[in-house]
């Protein structure tokens, strides 16, 4: 079935600094959705994406338009704040009705 | 943003028993979906609901499990009888027009 790698598995960051998360896709998807699980396991939607880019304060993620086989999240000034699991979910192009298809999550760690 | 709630948080029950996972969706939308997390995994697929019908179910949707939303009102999973490896955390999630979908914050299902 459809495939999504993420990486990395873990992330330690600076508060200040800038990373970026990725997810490859075995297979053409219509489009992906970004999250973050806070410590109580709730998960926010930060991105939606069927093509293009977005920006949202801080955070801006992109979805490879021409093959759509991977995707990445922006972290731009990381704050404390931003700890927490991120999640990548891709919709794949064969079934008729939408499924997310999860990557495996970031561990992404702010440190002052 | 739309919120998704879920009833109750934690459950626990005896393997054998029925347990149903209540989810209040967002109140326009029209897409329903559950997922499951086992500790330490990522997050799966089960089943998606459109009009009143099981559209897409994965592997993981047991013969004991089942759905429904009557009248408009929770849209529910049913386990029965429930089995160990049926603990996990459920989520439910909803969205308008199969794009972006909103996840609930889950409930925790152990089962001794």
């Known amino acids: 079935g459809d495939q999504v790698e993420q990486s990395p598995s873990a992330l330690s960051l600076h508060e200040g600094t800038d990373s970026a998360l990725r997810c490859n896709f075995t297979t053409t998807m219509r489009s992906v959705q970004w999250f973050r699980q806070n410590s109580r396991g709730s998960l926010i939607s930060l991105f939606y994406?069927?093509?293009?880019t977005k920006e949202n304060g801080r955070l801006k993620s992109a979805f490879d338009s021409k093959e759509r086989r991977y995707s990445t999240l922006h972290i731009r000034d990381a704050q404390l704040e931003d700890s927490g699991t991120y999640f990548c979910a891709a919709e794949g192009g064969s079934s008729s009705f939408s499924k997310l298809v999860f990557g495996q999550g970031t561990s992404l760690s702010v440190v002052p | 943003g739309p919120k998704v709630l879920q009833i109750p948080s934690h459950q626990i029950i005896d393997m054998g028993q029925m347990v149903t996972l209540n989810c209040d969706p967002v109140s326009n939308h029209l897409y329903f979906y559950w997922y499951k997390q086992i500790l330490g995994q990522q997050m799966e697929f089960l089943v998606n609901?459109?009009?009143?019908?099981?559209?897409?179910k994965s592997k993981l949707f047991k013969d004991q499990f089942s759905v429904e939303r009557p009248d408009g009102s929770y849209f529910t999973l049913k386990i029965q009888p429930t089995a160990l490896e049926d603990s996990a955390v459920y989520f439910c999630a909803s969205s308008p027009n199969q794009d972006t979908q909103y996840f609930g914050p889950g409930t925790r299902l152990l089962v001794l």
């Open positions: 994406l069927a093509s293009g």
């Open positions: 609901f459109y009009n009143g019908k099981v559209m897409e």
